[in-house]
């Protein structure tokens, strides 16, 4: 008889795979057209700082980050669920990726959070002229 | 009478190292099955092949096998529907045991971990039997007539990758059960329907619809048990 042990339920992970998918279509294409959005002389920096510094677009960039760390990292596992026998193994890749989503989320959460004025921030955080 | 050949997967366990191929040139007759085909081979050629089946008429399941690359029940397919060489091969996904016979041990197993039988819990009537209506009786159709032949979870990615997944053919006899109206036992079969050899396993890959001789659809069985398990937990 294989190893079919019962516990690790699906449903959860499952639903908000989708749910997490369909609310990404939106928010993502809001995200791409704001942020990445190419104008005559390339990319914008200044208008996504202008954009970034109210804290509603702040809010929407964090649900982004959000959404889309959950549905890429649950996909992960989701695809370590079917190609990984080993149960030891599959706790370590779990862990692996919980860690690795929140490392992302908490760079993302401080480089949201860090554009406090509009312009060109410089390595040493001075607006350029 | 025509000559047709037939490209035959040999495998014996305990004398070869590697499978092989034999082929065979036959006599058969325009209404012969694969099947038939297989026969007069084992009776008039070659006695050693080794092959399952039980009814002929497609209702046992034991001979599905590999027919030109598709699943499908010997019995059942004519030989004038397949054209050039008729290569047969074992069920894939499975270990082969002898030739095209292959080791199902693991299929039923997981068909058992469903509990493929009607439970409930209340006394039945003396004086009839547990009725239904006629809407409730239809719910189970295109459930209930699945012969267990193996062709759909031989088919499936998901299975080959990872075989303890129950795989499509013992999902669709959940959901026979589960779309019963007279059972009651979504609660015992709950926990390895949502385990992580359960449901979740499938990719909606449709392998398992192509490949069933009987014309079911066992995705679309697994994507209502999901939507029960989700009305269940959520
Ligand atoms: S669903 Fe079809 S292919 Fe699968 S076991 Fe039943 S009859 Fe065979
Ligand atoms: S011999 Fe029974 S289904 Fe083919």
Request: net charge neutral.
């Amino acid at each position: 008889m294989r190893d079919r042990g019962i516990g690790s339920g699906g449903v959860m992970g499952w639903f908000f795979q989708r749910l997490t998918g369909i609310v990404l279509v939106p928010v993502l294409l809001v995200h791409l057209l704001t942020m990445h959005r190419y104008h005559d002389h390339g990319l914008a920096w200044e208008q996504v700082t202008n954009l970034m510094i109210n804290p509603y677009w702040k809010a929407l960039e964090i649900t982004f980050l959000v959404l889309a760390l959950y549905h890429a990292f649950n996909g992960l596992y989701a695809l370590f669920q079917d190609y990984v026998k080993s149960s030891g193994v599959r706790l370590v890749l779990f862990s692996l990726t919980v860690l690795g989503g929140l490392v992302l989320f908490i760079v993302g959460v401080v480089t949201v959070l860090s554009i406090q004025s509009p312009g060109l921030v410089g390595t040493a955080g001075k607006v350029l002229p | 009478m025509m000559e047709r050949i037939f490209r035959i997967f040999r495998f014996n366990p305990e004398t070869d190292k590697e499978p092989y191929y034999d082929t065979f040139t036959i006599e058969v007759q325009d209404t012969w099955t694969i099947l038939d085909g297989l026969n007069a081979i084992k009776w008039h050629h070659d006695g050693t092949l080794s092959y399952r089946r039980s009814c002929r008429h497609g209702i046992c399941g034991s001979c599905a096998m590999m027919i030109n690359g598709k699943n499908d029940l010997a019995c059942e397919k004519q030989i004038s529907s397949v054209k050039g060489e008729i290569t047969v091969e074992p069920l894939k996904g499975f270990p082969v045991t002898r030739d095209l016979m292959v080791d199902q041990t693991h299929f039923f197993e997981g068909l058992r971990l469903v509990k493929p039988w009607l439970i409930n819990h209340t006394a039945p009537p003396t004086d009839k039997e547990r009725l239904q209506t006629p809407e409730d009786r239809k719910l189970l159709d295109g459930t209930w007539e699945c012969i267990l032949c193996g062709a759909c979870t031989s088919s499936c990615p998901a299975f080959w990758d990872n075989d303890s997944f129950l795989g499509p053919a013992a999902l669709l006899k959940a959901y026979r059960y589960i779309c019963d109206t007279r059972d009651e036992g979504l609660d015992e079969r709950i926990g390895i329907l949502d385990s992580k050899v359960g449901v979740w396993r499938c990719h909606t890959i449709f392998n398992c619809v192509e490949a069933c001789p009987k014309d079911l659809n066992p995705t679309n069985a697994i994507v209502q048990l999901r939507r029960r398990l989700i009305q269940e937990k959520l």
